[in-house]
């Protein structure tokens, strides 16, 4: 096995090269920009595309052009950017076309700045552009993670005429680790009955998201749900530590649930029965693993890196069956291992209330410390 140093985004520009994507379409933004830089001399050196656009609504267009021909394409950008492109994600969702688009979340909302967030989950995972339609969402926690999950990204939009997007944030983005690289995929050579490719001699082939006739519109939605329902049943991703016989359990995505497994393991050497759960698939969500909780644990502890946009979703899947609190560093601020430590202990310690909402339990305490 040959290890490489590498930096998060650079790594996943080059796991998108050797998985084979044709075009790239993007414009700087930090925290993402290396991602660009990266592909600005590694796709021409291979005859492949590499446009920077004029802004990120020029991109998201260009990646929807592309995206018609069948090859392989994508896009990255951070928080703001991102916003810019919703309106062409919804139109190439409505076309059915695939493409992967990767998030480097930053501190927000606004302009923000270029700290690493986890702020996004909502855009991304519950809708993204305008419509009804569901994007499939990977959340790496280290550099070798989002290797495999970009190569993975670029299947799974193949496999489903998906929009995938790669969900990470600053810290992965900028952080160096050492990673095993995929070896180079081969370009695509034959191509889907939907594909415009401008073969000369046969049918026309028109691809669009305008749908004037409403019945037309809600078969083109009832095909969407049924492909999302198959990703449902196909895709979910989940990774559990420690959990044989925790008796509470932390949970979080990307870097929180990095910062939280340090904060695990320290309480199992203190003889803490905890465990930690972290989604790798966002969307779909992993609803079922919470939903199981309900009667083998004392209590839960979310940890993001927002507002408790997560939370939402693990109460819903665990029914607030399941004593739940909440611990969050907002705007860009990174919490430190001890501070999730912290609340481990104070869970253990304290019986978790349940009179009210797990966010407006924190928020108190962290106003009342002021």
Request: charged letters at 20%.
């Amino acid at each position: 096995m040959s290890l490489e140093l590498m930096k998060g985004n650079e790594a996943v520009a080059e796991a998108a090269v050797r998985a084979g994507v044709v075009s790239y379409f993007g414009y700087p933004i930090t925290p993402q920009t290396e991602l660009l830089e990266y592909m600005s001399h590694r796709m021409p050196e291979l005859g492949r595309a590499f446009v920077q656009a004029e802004s990120e609504l020029g991109a998201i267009n260009m990646v929807y052009g592309a995206a018609c021909t069948g090859y392989r394409t994508m896009t990255s950008s951070s928080s703001p950017g991102v916003s810019l492109m919703l309106e062409g994600v919804s139109y190439i969702a409505g076309t059915e076309l695939p493409m992967v688009i990767v998030n480097v979340m930053r501190g927000g909302p606004g302009l923000g700045n270029i700290a690493p967030a986890q702020s996004d989950y909502n855009q991304m995972v519950h809708g993204g552009g305008h419509g009804d339609y569901r994007c499939i969402v990977l959340a790496p926690c280290s550099v070798q993670e989002s290797v495999d999950l970009t190569v993975l990204a670029f299947d799974l939009a193949d496999k489903y005429r998906s929009i995938v997007v790669i969900l990470t944030d600053g810290s992965i983005g900028q952080m160096m680790e050492a990673c095993e690289l995929p070896p180079m995929q081969p370009l695509k050579t034959t191509f889907a009955d939907w594909a415009v490719q401008g073969c000369e001699g046969r049918e026309r082939r028109f691809l669009t998201s305008i749908n004037l006739d409403p019945a037309a519109q809600e078969e083109m939605n009832y095909r969407l749900l049924k492909r999302w329902i198959d990703v449902e049943a196909n895709e979910i991703r989940c990774q559990e530590y420690y959990m044989e016989d925790a008796e509470y359990v932390v949970t979080g995505f990307g870097s929180s649930a990095r910062i939280a497994l340090s904060a695990v393991r320290i309480a199992r050497a203190e003889g803490i029965k905890v465990g930690l759960i972290r989604p790798i698939t966002l969307s779909p969500f992993p609803r079922q693993v919470y939903a199981d909780l309900s009667d083998k644990i004392k209590g839960m502890l979310v940890v993001e890196m927002n507002a408790g946009q997560m939370l939402e979703d693990v109460l819903a899947a665990n029914r607030y069956r399941t004593p739940t609190d909440f611990f969050a560093r907002l705007g860009g601020v990174v919490p430190f291992p001890d501070e999730v430590l912290g609340e481990i202990h104070r869970m253990v310690e304290t019986p978790i209330s349940t009179d009210g909402h797990p966010r407006d339990r924190w928020l108190a305490r962290v106003l009342a410390k002021g």
